[in-house]
């Protein structure tokens, strides 16, 4: 495992599926874990578990569409360890349907969540980083930002939304030593795809050179690697974790 000892990752969308896997696997890699989700209780549990294998965390509610709740949240990071090394930009929703029906506040929901409040969090990550000349910032686009996927036009515009931020602010920062990249996962077995059919998913399976889904911890040990020093000089990457189901 690569070494985060003594770094501090400030994680959105840490209460299941990535998120939380992302959250077990910095800890245990070393990071000091700032939980950030809107779910305060699995939170809770997530924080109790991370504290009890011997690591260091705290939870925060934050709703990245809200940037009020966006600027408390990394206010209260920096109180409580007084240093920013890591974010993980993973909070995401769906609200998916067909773009001829598609209702504009469903459309408004996704963008504002999955690309507006990387950017906000982006921004206020930046402010610490770029004085301390130093930092990882990885934000989780999706294996359909690069092959589209039908019924899902605004979950797919704001992923790839989101890789095209990511190679911008690698650009804009890499003189502070602040590297920028993305992980792209292909279909994961989490909570968000436990509600498809098993018929879809065999479907899925099919399609996927490997055979199978991907677990939570397949992207989490991408998200530490990018994260360490030994990927000190990758930025501005988006790193597939898609089992080969689709091949740049």
């Not at 400030?10 to 910095?26: D, F, K, M, P």
Request: proline fraction near 2%; charged fraction near 20%; charge should be neutral.
């Amino acid at each position: 495992m690569f070494s985060l000892k003594d770094k501090v990752a400030l994680l959105t969308g840490a209460s299941q599926g990535i998120g939380r896997e992302t959250a077990l696997a910095l800890a245990e890699a070393g990071a000091k874990v700032v939980a950030a989700a809107r779910n305060e209780e699995k939170l809770a549990a997530l924080v109790n578990e991370i504290i009890a294998a011997g690591g260091e965390a705290i939870a925060i509610k934050m709703d990245v569409a809200d940037p009020d709740q966006i600027k408390s949240g990394f206010k209260q990071a920096l109180e409580k360890f007084a240093r920013l090394d890591i974010l993980v930009n993973n909070a995401a929703i769906t609200r998916d349907g067909l773009a001829l029906r598609m209702k504009q506040e469903d459309w408004d929901a996704v963008i504002r969540t999955n690309l507006t409040g990387a950017h906000l969090c982006i921004q206020q990550a930046l402010s610490t980083m770029m004085r301390a000349r130093a930092g990882r910032i990885i934000n989780i686009a999706s294996v359909v930002a690069q092959m589209g996927n039908a019924g899902q036009a605004n979950y797919v515009a704001a992923k790839a939304g989101l890789v095209g931020l990511t190679k911008a602010i690698a650009i804009e920062i890499a003189s502070r030593n602040i590297t920028v990249n993305a992980v792209a996962p292909g279909f994961i077995a989490t909570p968000m795809t436990d509600v498809l059919p098993d018929k879809v998913k065999d479907e899925l399976k099919l399609r996927i050179p490997l055979g199978r889904m991907g677990t939570a911890r397949d992207v989490a040990s991408a998200i530490v690697f990018l994260a360490s020093d030994e990927a000190a000089y990758i930025t501005g990457h988006v790193l597939d974790v898609n089992g080969g189901l689709y091949l740049a």
